[in-house]
């Protein structure tokens, strides 16, 4: 089983910048797709960002692009967000999710059923 524990989650004035953290345990190895997905209240859930194995391959929603950075540390199975210049809209969930696709291309990173674990959420709220 993999277990993924999220922190970082607050409240930020907008323009600020925030740092979330997913640390994954148990079984666990480098070799995972991993991404954040977020989910306002009567909203859908959204990708965000999303980052292969290897850290080569990075992907990102178009409401965040520009503004955030998704990246990892393999050493430490850990996957970072850095949020910047954050806007009220950017208020949500955010969720951290891992999976092992054979592929991570095309409309794979986006979509949720490409990840098997799913962290309990952290909050983050934006004020104006």
């Known amino acids: 089983q993999v277990q993924l524990v999220e922190s970082g989650g607050g409240l930020v004035q907008a323009g600020g910048s925030l740092r979330l953290s997913c640390a994954a345990s148990g079984r666990t190895f480098s070799n995972y797709a991993m991404a954040w997905f977020r989910q306002a209240p009567g909203k859908e859930r959204e990708f965000v960002a999303g980052?292969?194995?290897?850290?080569?391959?990075?992907y990102y929603g178009d409401s965040v692009k520009g503004r955030f950075t998704i990246s990892r540390d393999n050493l430490k199975n850990t996957l970072f967000l850095q949020m910047n210049s954050l806007k009220p809209e950017d208020t949500a969930v955010y969720y951290c999710?891992?999976?092992?696709?054979?592929?991570?291309?095309?409309?794979?990173?986006?979509?949720?059923?490409?990840?098997?674990?799913w962290g309990q959420g952290t909050q983050v709220t934006v004020s104006s």
């Open positions: 999710a891992a999976g092992q696709p054979s592929y991570y291309s095309g409309s794979y990173p986006r979509t949720e059923k490409t990840y098997n674990y």
């Open positions: 980052i292969s194995w290897h850290g080569f391959s990075k």
